[in-house]
């Protein structure tokens, strides 16, 4: 611990799903960081599968929270990051790879967001058929292309306290 | 930018993964750090299906680099942390949410892993169906849990550059 500042293990701790957001637009800038951030996430032979829709219009972000269970705070979001990812650039083609790596971005993306003083949330589509095929619609993504979640973005309008869920029966020393 | 010291971002341009380890153990204090960051990582519906297995013994981690393409590391590594998922606990019971359940963890593993100076490297097992029936074997797992990565840990013996892999071509503003 004495290597390390509180402040980047708060990162970690400090990081909620907010999912009420105060007014205020996410700049270009904020935004090519939280992508930089999730491009830099590692991936299965370094392939890179993901693909990132950026959705600013409210029309569509109210579309996105009508489709999506536990998506409601998207239509008051500044944004969204749709998360995708392209099955036919995946390591060998598998869905298994693709969803270890674009939830490797995702969490990258996450965690940048609360680096910034942002609020964010990650609302599954991905395995749910029915919002994928609601949400592969709406995005117009080409067939070989699976979205994966929609990251909620905005100011944070709640203030949530940090923890973890740290819990020691998960832990298993040498074997289960 | 303004908002945030350059050191948060390092966090994630300068994570890396590391193959090359300096001498020296990884003590429980700092593994229970690493533990509990990622156990702070979001889960579908809170379902945290998440399991791990810490492996100190050099004659396993030396199985697991024998096992895995690519984790020839493992066997020089100062531990392992083999994180599963355990089927029966992920929502829907579905493999999908586990998949990306397990992903947050073990990316908030890796970064906290850099954050707190160490080096790590995330060996792939799950969905290689070889990978996985050896490491199965190995560590005794039930029926249920899946492994699905081997964190590779130790003390950093290379340096590399912090990067992105930005692609301004996975990033599509508004539809695809």
Partial sequence: MNTVSND?????????????????????QTLSILLKAAMAAPSAMTKDPWRFVTV????????LAAALPGGKMLSTAAM???????????LEQRLGYLLQ???????NLL????????GAC??????????????REMLSLPKAVLPIAAISL???????????RFNPAYVHPERW
């Fill in 111 to 118: 965690l940048c967001a609360h680096a910034l003083g942002l």
């Fill in 80 to 90: 969204a990051v749709v998360v995708c990812g392209d099955l036919d650039a995946a």
């Fill in 154 to 164: 905005g100011w944070p309008g709640e203030q949530l306290e940090a923890r973890t």
């Fill in 8 to 28: 980047k293990l708060d990162l970690f701790f400090g990081r909620r799903s907010i999912r009420v957001y105060a007014p205020g637009a996410i700049d270009e």
């Fill in 56 to 63: 600013r219009n409210q029309a569509m972000l109210g579309r």
């Fill in 101 to 107: 790596d674009c939830s490797a971005a995702i969490e």
């Fill in 122 to 135: 990650w609302v599954g589509i991905h395995p749910s058929e029915d919002s994928a095929r609601q949400v």
